[in-house]
C-alpha cells in the first residue's frame, strides 16, 4: 500500500501563491488517483482538486477552480497543488489523498490512504 507525506504550505498574505507537495512513499502512485482536500476551522473535509496519474485527468472545485493548479511528477512520484491568488477563505488544513481506483472522486470517504496534512494560513 501507499503512504503519502506531505511536505510544503506555511503562511502568506492575501494574493500570495504556495505550493504544496504530497509523496508517495513504499510504492509509486501508478493505479492510483489523488485527490486533495482542506479542513477549516470548525468545518467538514472539501474537495480541492484530484487527478488521475494515468492520464493526468484534473478536476477541481468551484472554490480552486482558475487559482489552483495540481499537477504530477513522475520522476519525483509526487503530486503537487499550485496554489495562487489565495484568499483568507483558503485557509484550512490541507491533506492528500490517494484512490486505488486510479479515479480522483470529489468524496472524502472514498479515499483509504491520506498525507499527515499541512496547515495553510492566509492573512488578509
Known amino acids: 500500500q501507499v503512504q503519502l507525506v506531505q511536505s510544503g504550505g506555511g503562511s502568506v498574505q492575501a494574493g500570495g501563491s504556495l505550493r504544496l507537495s504530497c509523496a508517495a512513499s513504499g510504492r509509486t502512485f501508478d493505479g492510483y488517483g489523488v485527490g486533495w482536500f482542506r479542513q477549516a476551522p470548525g468545518k467538514g473535509r472539501e474537495f480541492v482538486a484530484g487527478i488521475r496519474w494515468s492520464n493526468g485527468h484534473t478536476e477541481y472545485s468551484d472554490s480552486t477552480k482558475g487559482r489552483f493548479t495540481i499537477s504530477r511528477d513522475f520522476a519525483k512520484n509526487t503530486v503537487f497543488l499550485q496554489m495562487s491568488s489565495l484568499e483568507p477563505e483558503d485557509t484550512a488544513v490541507y491533506y492528500c489523498?490517494?484512490?486505488?481506483?486510479?479515479?480522483?472522486?470529489?468524496?472524502?470517504?472514498?479515499?483509504?490512504?491520506w498525507g499527515q496534512g499541512t496547515q495553510v494560513t492566509v492573512s488578509s
Open positions: 489523498a490517494a484512490h486505488s481506483s486510479g479515479f480522483a472522486p470529489n468524496v472524502e470517504g472514498l479515499y483509504a490512504y
